[in-house]
């Protein structure tokens, strides 16, 4: 017996007319899954990665692969940096702050002053500007593993860029 799907199961992917970018920061396991997902939910997807040896391994997402924050970002892109631990995460904030990006986050633990605080303040961002990177990101699902942090992540940029708080909560 063959089962047929209703046509609301067939939705297509965002139109080209609203097109989203999602950037991912730094080639990690989250970007993966972070960009495979966010192509499903219409976003146009980057891999930011500046290092040349992690980016030739990084390839095989098969997502256009750049070195460096674009300059030309707007309100349509969200920056999300995968690996709170990278000696180019201070440079990459500050860049990604500098541009039009509609919202910058960065992983990590609530409760704990992430490492890209100090990195800011030393490359001499206003304190106001290192407020504007969200951490932690994503919805509280207690995610542990990079799918689930990649789903928890795109669910909370799409309850944001909604307008809505994410949750059970309507």
């Known amino acids: 017996m063959t089962t047929t799907r209703p046509a609301r199961w067939l939705t297509p992917a965002a139109p080209a007319s609203a097109e989203r970018t999602l950037v991912a920061v730094f080639a990690s396991p989250v970007s993966g899954y972070l960009l495979r997902y966010g192509a499903d939910m219409g976003f146009r997807g980057l891999l930011l990665e500046p290092d040349e040896a992690r980016a030739a391994g990084a390839t095989t997402l098969g997502f256009p692969l750049i070195t460096a924050v674009p300059e030309d970002l707007d309100d349509s892109a969200d920056v999300v940096v995968t690996d709170h631990h990278r000696s180019e995460l201070g440079v990459m904030l500050r860049d990604a702050l500098a541009t039009k990006a509609r919202w910058i986050g960065i992983i990590g633990k609530p409760g704990i002053v992430g490492p890209h605080v100090a990195m800011l303040t030393g490359l001499g961002v206003p304190p106001e ?42």
């Not at 504007?132 to 699902?141: A, K, Q, S």
């Open 129 to 170: 500007e290192i407020a504007r990177v969200h951490r932690p990101i994503g919805l509280n699902i207690g995610s542990r593993i990079p799918p689930e942090i990649a789903v928890s992540t795109l669910a909370g940029l799409l309850a944001d860029r909604n307008g809505r708080p994410g949750g059970f909560d309507f």
